[in-house]
């Protein structure tokens, strides 16, 4: 199964294939996504991983487009969230046939059993309804599976072929596949 791993949305990314993929991913929940949502599949399965704690308040702004790193350091540094969908975006995304997954609370790389169950069961009080989970950074982490695999979700991580590599070779996220 080919998965593809998508953060942020350049115009170049509309040049790869969407065809040769399975399943198309959205890594971060960023508002790039609502911007360019009809410019994927319909008939692809499309998820969207959200960080329950990094979910925009509905009556700020967003930041149209930023790179995925520079809207974590804006969340880390100053609570900013507006590079981030809201709950209304996401449910509207859901509407038009995306999934929403989850991906960390604080969007943290956990080892330990309490974080990282902090970390899960914190997400699914804000996005009870997921049932899909992709662990942040797309680390390799027995521990963090087997959680998940209790909480029953199904998992998504390190192994996805990251679009944004595909498009750029000098892209500041290497640690997937590329094809």
Do not use: W
Not at 72 to 83: C, E, G, V
């Amino acid at each position: 199964m080919k998965i593809l791993m998508i953060h942020e949305i350049y115009d170049d990314i509309f040049t790869i294939n969407f065809e040769k993929y399975d399943i198309l991913t959205f890594d971060d929940g960023l508002y790039s996504v609502l911007l360019n949502f009809d410019k994927f599949p319909k008939d692809k399965r499309k998820i969207i991983f959200v960080s329950g704690d990094i979910i925009r308040d509905s009556n700020v702004a967003p930041i149209e487009f930023i790179e995925c790193y520079n809207a974590h350091d804006l969340y880390r540094q100053k609570n900013n969230k507006s590079a981030y969908l809201s709950l209304e975006e996401l449910e509207f995304l859901k509407s038009e046939g995306f999934e929403i997954g989850g991906h960390g609370f604080k969007h943290l790389r956990c080892n330990k059993f309490t974080e990282i169950k902090d970390e899960v069961d914190k997400c699914l009080e804000i996005l009870p309804d997921i049932k899909s989970y992709c662990l942040p950074y797309n680390q390799i982490n027995p521990l963090y599976n087997t959680y998940l695999k209790y909480k029953k979700l199904e998992i998504f991580g390190y192994g996805r072929i990251d679009a944004n590599l595909l498009v750029n070779k000098n892209y500041k996220y290497f640690n997937t596949i590329k094809e």
